[in-house]
Every structure is written in C-alpha cells, then in structure tokens.
C-alpha cells in the first residue's frame, strides 16, 4: 500500500513542484536553524514518551531535514516523499506510536511556518506558497499514516484491512487539513470581531439614549460569544501545541459540551432525538496537562456517547475529587457494551461501526491521559449505558504574584500602534484615546521604527503580519533601541508560546484579536509604571 500512497503523493503535488523549489531555495539561509527546530522538535517528543536518551541522540535526523528540502530544491518529489517514507519506517523501528509521529509532524510544521512566514511577507505569491506549504505537511502525515498502517520495514501495525489503512491515511489527512483551515478561517473572523466590538465600545461611549445602548449592548453581547466561539475552534483545532499548564477540568468539559452542541442539540433535534446534557460539576482543583489534548479526550469520549444514544436519551458531565485525583465522568444511559467489546474498546483499531470510524478515538485518547500521568476506566453493561472515568493528578500550583489592577498612574501613556490595516490602526487608536492616553500611528514595521526612533514611548502595540517587516523584527528592533519599553504582538492568530519563548523573541505580551479592552488598557497602565519605575 507504501507505494500507492507515495505514487498518489508524488502525482498530487506535481502542481507544486516550482513553488516547493523556491521555496526550500529561499529557505537556505535558515537551513541551521530548521535543523536546530526539527532536533527539539524530535527530542520534546521522544522524552514525553520516554525514549532512551542513546535512541534521542542516534535519532535526531538532521540528515532528513537536508534531504527533503534539498530534494525539493532540486525538484525531485519522488525522492524527497521516498525519504518520508523512510523517516516513518526509521520512528516504527524506534517506537514512536502512530499519534506521537503525527504530533511530531504538526510540530515541526509550526515550526517551519515562521520562516516561511518572514521569507514571503510581501511576496505575490504568498497564498500559492502557503497551498504548497500545507499540502507538503499534509503529504507527510498521509505517507506516515500508510507506512504505520501498512506495517513499515521494521515495525508498525501490521494487521488491518486495506480498506481500512487508506481510510485511516485519508482520515489524518482531512484531519490536519482542517485543523490548518481552521486557524486561517479563525484569524480573518477574529480580525472582523475585533472591528466590531471596538466599534460598538466606542458607540456605547458616545450614546446615552436607552434605546440605542440596548441595541448596540445586544451586538456586543452577540460579538462578544462569538469570539468566545472561535477560541473554543481554534483550542480544538490547534495543531502543535505540546504547552503543560494549570488546567481547569471543569472549564474544558464545559468547552467540549459547547463544541460538540451542535450534534447533540441542533442535528439531533432536526432528526426527531432529544438529547438532554447535564453539568454535574464539583468545586475540583485544578490538574497540569496539555488543555488542546485533554479537551480532545473529553471530545471524543463525549462524540461517543452520543452515538450511544440513536434515539435520545441523557449524558451527564461529572466531576469529584478523590484523594490526590480529579474524576472526570462522562455517562450516558444509551445502548452500552457488551463485555468483550468493552475489554477492547481502548485498542487501536479496533471499532463496532461502519465505515469511516477507524476505531482510533478512543484508543489516542487514552495515550493521552497516559501521558498525563492519568487513567481512563469504563463501566458499561449492554442495554444499560456507559460510564467512562477519566481521572488526572491535582497539580501543585505555586503561589503567583498578582499584580495591582488598580494602578494609579503619574500621567499618560505614550503608545506606538504599527499596523498595516487602516481599519485596525484607526480604531486603536480611537479606543486609546478614549483613556486619555497619547497615540503615534504607523503604517507598517519600516515606518513604525522610524516612528519609534523619533520619539519617546512606554508601550508599541505592533501587528505580526504586516508586509515587508514583520511584528517579530519589529520588536527585536526596538527592544535593541529600548529594552524598557512594553512591546505587544496583535494577532488574530492563535499563538501559544511561554514568557520564556516570547522574550526570546523580544516580545513582552501577546494580545489577541478580537481586543479584550480590559485587557488591553492594564497593559497600557502597566507599561507606564514599568517606565516610572
């Protein structure tokens, strides 16, 4: 099946082929530093599923870096995808489980796309290049999930049907593809929600008449949940993101009822089936976890019960404490299990429905919870509905400092705004000046260092992808000219790196579209007693 699936690979990027050249071309300056990505990148996965430290060293791959993008530089995509198909082979033979190698994908994938992103900033040809960028990464997931499913040279999964091993590539593919749509989709709706709220704010400071604070009150409200949706989008669909944080179960069980409510409520009830969720939620502490993987576990077990229930019924959401562990259950009164299936319900594979469930929801969900230190129990008799038990470690939260939200400021701020977009220019700096603060505009990263060098400021509020200068040199320049001064990121991009990763970059904050106002404005307050200070 390797071979087919390669053929097909090779065959359906044929179209991008110029591009793929230019591209790994341009690249070239950066070629230590994708080597340096792809190294950490590999061992930050090899060490959350404890590889041996002689299988890390031995298996950094640099040579697979050099060799796909040279391939590709030269136009060779037969031998730059039959180098994929060795690399899977080569994570089998190592260990590395089907989900990790696919994980391991997605992130090296977010880590390319920086380069490409300052490579082609104010190239026309930029959204061919980000087509050819995602369907490369795509082709490297299908080739991956053929040589895992196929059974590689050396390992793999070697006893599954045919027509379940191309569903199973296929299913990753559309997964990832969407996942990439997703985050595209969510930063042009974010960037629309971000005109509208700061719009209807600025209209609610102006009028006073009931009436027409009651109408722009209700479109605020409307923007406002809509902007909560898309986060909720954007967790789940994230792709790469491996960061452990405090995590508050009841929040993503809430989140996961939200994202699957359009089944269970809305094309349940045009069915003629009423399916009731309850939130039966304790006062819980929080657990340490990836909050994208656990929120996908809670997802997959809740799409579950839902299909327990072809003619309605309840799923109740339940959380409790016991000793050192938080108690997710998720419980349905549908068709439960037999025993047998029971027993086998975790394994990979292994699935009581038609064609295209590939039996793998389960099965990733419960790695996940493994890695987490965590356990997944099921109870279930056939006839008599099912309750899966998730249950995670209470994490050790260290005291954090909080800082004063009512600061009392000496004077105003002197704010720098660098945007490229008129709309989103114009209404920050309407919305600053609303606070009483001093606004310098800029129309682009050249025009907003030259700004900054000309006068005198305690925050720049800077956008990532502008034309020409991204908001990443942006701050690197102007950190160089004053490491005081607050630099901010606005984005309708879903960007998650720690305080550590960011002051890497010369970041201080990142600050997501659409605008959380009050947010925004402490952030002002804070740059100013940081510069009095």
Do not use: C
Request: proline share 3%.
């Amino acid at each position: 099946m390797t071979d087919t699936v390669l053929n097909f690979v090779v065959d359906q990027m044929s179209s991008h082929q110029a591009i793929l050249a230019d591209f790994s071309s341009r690249l070239e300056p950066f070629a230590n530093d994708l080597i340096d990505a792809w190294t950490k990148a590999f061992r930050e996965t090899g060490t959350r599923v404890s590889l041996p430290d002689e299988i890390l060293a031995q298996n950094g791959q640099d040579n697979f870096v050099r060799t796909l993008f040279g391939e590709l530089k030269r136009g060779n995509l037969r031998q730059a995808f039959t180098g994929l198909v060795d690399w899977s082979n080569n994570l089998a033979h190592i260990g590395l489980r089907y989900d990790m190698a696919v994980q391991l994908v997605r992130d090296y994938q977010r880590a390319v796309l920086d380069f490409v992103v300052r490579t082609y900033t104010d190239d026309p040809q930029m959204s061919l290049v980000f087509d050819a960028f995602d369907d490369l990464f795509d082709s490297a997931i299908t080739l991956t999930g053929a040589v895992y499913s196929n059974g590689s040279k050396t390992g793999g999964i070697k006893s599954m049907p045919a027509e379940v091993s191309e569903a199973l590539w296929r299913d990753v593919n559309n997964q990832f593809v969407l996942a990439y749509l997703t985050e595209g989709m969510s930063h042009a709706v974010n960037n629309l929600l971000a005109t509208i709220l700061g719009r209807t704010q600025l209209l609610l400071e102006r009028y006073r008449d009931f009436e027409i604070r009651d109408e722009l009150e209700e479109i605020q409200s409307a923007a406002a949940t809509g902007a909560q949706v898309m986060r909720r989008i954007q967790d789940y669909a994230r792709v790469g993101a491996n960061k452990r944080q405090i995590v508050d179960v009841n929040l993503l069980l809430r989140d996961a009822s939200e994202l699957t409510r359009f089944i269970w409520r809305d094309r349940s009830e045009a069915q003629g089936i009423i399916i009731d969720v309850i939130r039966d939620f304790a006062e819980v502490p929080s657990v340490w976890g990836n909050p994208s993987e656990l929120r996908r576990v809670f997802v997959a077990v809740l799409l579950n019960a839902i299909e327990a229930l072809p003619s309605g019924g309840s799923i109740t959401l339940r959380t409790e404490r016991k000793g050192d562990r938080v108690i997710a259950s998720i419980t349905d009164n549908g068709i439960g299990m037999r025993g047998d299936v029971k027993m086998n319900a975790a394994q990979s594979f292994f699935t009581t429905k038609d064609s295209p469930h590939l039996g793998l929801g389960l099965a990733i969900a419960t790695h996940i919870i493994a890695d987490h230190n965590g356990e997944i129990v099921i109870d279930s008799k056939l006839q008599n509905g099912t309750t899966v038990n998730i249950s995670l470690p209470v994490a050790h939260e260290s005291p954090q400092e909080k800082g004063d939200s009512n600061m009392l400021l000496s004077r105003p701020a002197n704010v720098l705004v660098i945007d490229n977009e008129s709309s989103v220019r114009n209404l920050l700096t309407r919305l600053i000046k609303m606070k009483g603060h001093t606004v310098v505009t800029a129309d682009g990263g050249s025009e907003g260092i030259a700004a900054f060098k000309a006068g005198k400021f305690d925050a720049v509020l800077t956008d990532l992808g502008m034309p020409e200068v991204s908001g990443w040199d942006v701050a690197r320049e102007i950190k160089k000219i004053n490491p005081k001064v607050l630099v901010a990121l606005t984005t309708g991009w879903p960007i998650e790196m720690t305080p550590e990763e960011l002051k890497e970059r010369f970041v201080d904050r990142i600050v997501s579209k659409p605008f959380d106002l009050p947010l925004l404005f402490s952030l002002i307050d804070e740059a100013v007693v940081l510069n009095e200070g």
